[in-house]
């Protein structure tokens, strides 16, 4: 009895909601993607291809704000930065290089 009148109510077609509603969400998340997850995959891109590509040598800004120049690279993960005025070493991760510097190439010394 309860299955024959969900079938009756079920054979109607729905009349509350135009198919221009459903075009115009299509368009708002073709939209939304085009503008916001396309450039974001993009940049992570970007920033992978930078930090696969760092040497020594290479002028870095990591996420911390620490300015120095790479010294070694210590295995996959780490690297060995100097930082100036007194020459100080660090070891950071490849991961917290957030930017190369403009001066990209710098003179290596000890």
């Not at 100080?88 to 990209?104: E, F, N, P, Y």
Request: glycine share 8%; aromatic share 6%; charged share 20%.
């Amino acid at each position: 009895m309860v299955l024959s009148f969900l079938l009756q109510t079920n054979t109607a077609a729905p009349s509350g909601i135009p198919t221009g509603f459903y075009i115009q969400i299509a368009l708002v998340v073709a939209i939304m993607y085009f503008l916001l997850f396309r450039p974001m995959q993009r940049q992570r891109k970007e920033q992978q291809k930078m930090l696969t590509g760092l040497q020594n040598g290479d002028t870095v800004v990591t996420s911390g704000g620490v300015i120095g120049t790479i010294v070694s690279i210590d295995d996959d993960d780490t690297l060995v930065i100097r930082v100036k005025p007194n020459d100080i070493k660090l070891q950071v991760t490849r991961g917290s290089v957030s930017s190369l510097r403009a001066d990209k190439k710098a003179s290596v010394t000890k």
